[in-house]
């Protein structure tokens, strides 16, 4: 049986720093965080206009699932395989929630 989504959408997040009681700079936390489950295809090389007037060329497509929630242009992100290595890594050029 095929599965739909067999890999898994990571995206990097890091918190901002703080201060503390004494106002000394306390590193925010970084980490990887576990967003859906996807599959990745390689596609036809295409170009993607982004907010700022410039142009990408993409040739990998990450698909989820309608209910998975938006992932933000310019994250930071890793498609992981079922062994939990890295299949793909990149920054988001464009998010839809359409099909």
Not at 27 to 46: I, L, M, P, T
Not at 69 to 89: T, W
Request: with cysteine.
């Amino acid at each position: 049986m095929v599965t739909q989504y067999p890999y898994k959408l990571f995206v990097f997040e890091s918190q901002e720093h703080t201060r503390d009681q004494k106002g000394n700079i306390v590193q925010g936390a970084s980490q990887w965080v576990f967003v859906s489950k996807c599959r990745d295809e390689k596609a036809n090389a295409r170009q993607i206009a982004l907010e700022d007037n410039t142009f990408y060329l993409s040739n990998l497509v990450v698909f989820l699932p309608r209910n998975c929630p938006p992932v933000k242009q310019g994250a930071k992100i890793e498609v992981r395989g079922v062994n939990g290595l890295v299949r793909a890594e990149g920054t988001v050029k464009e998010f839809d929630s359409g099909q």
